[in-house]
């Protein structure tokens, strides 16, 4: 069974400091997802992640992943208050979309 | 990137009775759709996988008869919770996935979202 987990599950974090979230799965990936989702809101695409060793970059927001290690990181570079959200990773195993998601990061920036 | 409108985005209903939730892909053709449904402040989960014209297949756990799912075409999967029960109350958001591939990276796209709270 595939499972998917994040650390930290929350977050407080300084305005202008950097940090990352990361996710490991526990079996191997077809790609690799990550969702920002804002209180009450449904899903917000950020990033999708299909081989070892990608790394995508939009804005503050760097994804990596290493499929070795079955890991992906989601790096935030002097965060600003609007990135406050829940954000989530998502394994699809087999191609499938089928996703398991993990256990969600709650951050919370603090001016 | 495609639209997936989900509706209603909230209902409140009373216990015993039936809700229906509809997920359309409004510019692209979705032979697949799936259904998640997220408690608050938890991450989502799987219920079903809709296919166009044939039976979902629903997750380990999911009472089949309590959450009916229609994939009637392909722009439309419906979701009906059956005489719902307070703990049937949860977030429940679809997704599709696209085809033909248009954009080989990003293949799956959300609905908004419904809260159902029943009462």
């Known amino acids: 069974e595939l499972k998917v987990e994040q650390n930290p599950l929350f977050l407080s974090m300084q305005e202008g400091k950097n940090y990352t979230i990361y996710c490991n799965y526990s079996t191997t990936s077809d790609r690799l997802y990550w969702y920002r989702q804002d209180p009450g809101k449904s899903l917000e695409s950020l990033f999708v992640?299909?081989?070892?060793?990608a790394v995508k970059q939009e804005g503050r927001l760097m994804a990596s992943l290493d499929t070795k290690a079955r890991l992906s990181t989601l790096h935030i570079t002097a965060a600003v208050h609007d990135l406050s959200a829940t954000y989530f990773c998502?394994?699809?195993?087999?191609?499938?979309?089928?996703?398991?998601f993990g256990t969600g990061t709650r951050l919370t920036i603090i001016p | 990137g495609a639209v997936v409108s989900q509706h209603p985005s909230r209902v409140i209903c009373k216990s015993g009775t039936s809700v229906k939730i509809e997920c359309r892909s409004l510019?692209?053709?979705?032979?697949?759709m799936f259904w998640y449904r997220q408690f608050p402040k938890q991450s989502l989960m799987l219920m079903a996988t809709s296919n166009e014209g044939s039976k979902a297949t629903y997750e380990q756990g999911v009472e089949k008869d309590k959450f009916l799912i229609n994939h009637a075409s392909l722009t439309l999967s419906t979701l009906t919770v059956t005489s719902a029960h307070p703990e049937d109350s949860s977030f429940y958001i679809c997704?599709?996935?696209?085809?033909?591939?248009?954009?080989?990276?990003?293949?799956?796209?959300f609905g908004s979202g419904t809260q159902l709270s029943v009462l």
């Open positions: 510019d692209f053709q979705a032979t697949t």
């Open positions: 997704s599709a996935s696209v085809w033909p591939d248009r954009d080989s990276n990003e293949k799956l796209f």
């Open positions: 992640l299909l081989s070892n060793g």
């Open positions: 998502a394994v699809d195993n087999f191609g499938n979309e089928k996703l398991t």
